[in-house]
Structures are given as structure tokens and as C-alpha cells.
């Protein structure tokens, strides 16, 4: 009888100490109360270290980010549509306020980088859910870029403002050029400033 109680004693001991034991891992690896897991590094957004997301614009539910790396830059539009950009292959330099994103019936991103000399610039532009690189780049040697819907189409047209001073206007899809406004000895003249924002009628073939 002796012998059973001892036994029984035991197994309990045992029990007891198994699952301590088991409550003291399963603690030990689980994650901080309140902590999350950084989301994964992927060899889309990031090619190469140092890797860094510069800017985000958002358009509706779709979040956009401007992500940079020691290979060049790239928008991240959602979570899976991926476009790169060609602006550090023309030595810009890309910061926060590089990202200017309007919704319209054709949305447009406009990303824009500092050169020596001016203002570079490309435009991305999305339909139904569909983001396409564009082909043209524009520049500006007074530093201006911007999107606006000129035309009043419910889409935006493409500003830039050049010294002299006046603004060129440019279709946001084609590249293809729709006008200038009259030169203005001081940029705080042109229409709009500081958004310049010209009347289509001001649109004059530019010279």
C-alpha cells in the first residue's frame, strides 16, 4: 500500500513539472504582448541595403510608397503592383515630398527628384486598378512640378513652370504638350500661384 501511495506521489511530481516546463517555453516564445512581425523585406520593394520608404501618398484604400535602396527606386501601389522609377538613373535626388498622387477618372502619381540644375520628374498613372509607367519625363529649371486637372476632363494634366517665368502644360497619359501660359517677371504672378493652376484659355502655343 505503502509502495502505491509513493508511486502515485511520483507521477503527480512529474505532471507538475512537465507542465511548468511547458508554460515556461511556449512564454518564453511568444512574441511581446502588443508587438507584431515586421513585415517581410521583399526583393521587389528591396534589392539592397540601406533600403528606406521615402514618401507615401494614399489614393482611396490604396496606399502608395516610394521606396528607395542602393539600386534605384520604386513605387509600391497596393500590395502587389510594383513600378520603377527612372529617376536615379538620371542622378535625382529623391526625398519626402518627391510623391504627389491625384484621384480622377485616369489617377496619376507623380514622382520628382532634385537635380543640379532643376526639377525631374515621371508620372505613373492608374485606371480600373491597372498602374502603367508612362514614357516621357519633364522638367522644370525653376523647380516646379506638380499635377492639376487643367482641362477640367476629371483628369490631371501634368504642370510645370519654367524661368522666364510661365507654365507648360503637358497631358498626363502622352506626354504631348498642350500650351504656355504669357511670361510674368516673378513666378508668385502665374495663375494660381502658389498652386499654379492656368485656365485652359491661358493656354497659348509655347515659344
Known amino acids: 500500500m505503502l509502495v502505491t501511495v509513493l508511486l502515485s506521489l511520483l507521477v503527480a511530481a512529474g505532471a507538475i513539472g512537465t507542465s511548468a516546463y511547458l508554460r515556461t517555453r511556449s512564454a518564453a516564445q511568444a512574441p511581446p504582448s502588443g508587438s507584431s512581425a515586421a513585415p517581410p523585406v521583399t526583393s521587389e520593394t528591396c534589392r539592397a541595403e ?10 482611396g484604400s490604396t496606399k502608395i510608397d516610394l521606396i ?7 513605387l509600391k501601389i497596393g500590395d502587389d503592383r510594383v513600378v520603377e522609377s527612372r529617376l536615379p538613373g538620371r542622378g535625382a535626388k529623391l526625398a519626402a515630398n518627391s510623391l504627389d498622387c491625384v484621384a480622377g477618372t485616369l489617377s496619376a502619381c ?13 508620372v505613373i498613372v492608374g485606371r480600373s486598378g491597372k498602374w502603367n509607367a508612362t514614357t516621357p ?10 499635377l492639376v486637372n487643367v482641362l477640367g476632363d476629371g483628369a490631371p494634366e501634368v504642370v510645370t ?4 517665368y510661365f507654365a507648360q502644360v503637358f497631358d498626363v497619359e502622352k506626354g504631348n504638350d498642350l500650351g504656355c501660359t504669357a511670361n510674368v517677371p516673378k513666378p ?3 495663375p494660381g500661384w502658389p498652386t499654379v493652376k492656368p485656365d485652359q484659355h491661358q493656354l497659348k502655343p509655347c515659344q
Open 137 to 146: 519625363t519633364y522638367f522644370s529649371n525653376a523647380d516646379y512640378l506638380s
Open 110 to 122: 507623380l514622382v520628382r527628384g532634385d537635380l543640379d540644375n532643376g526639377t525631374v520628374g515621371e
Open 50 to 59: 540601406p533600403c528606406q520608404v521615402v514618401a507615401t501618398a494614399t489614393l
Open 161 to 164: 513652370v519654367q524661368r522666364g
Open 188 to 190: 508668385d504672378r502665374l
Open 68 to 74: 528607395t535602396d542602393a539600386q534605384g527606386a520604386r
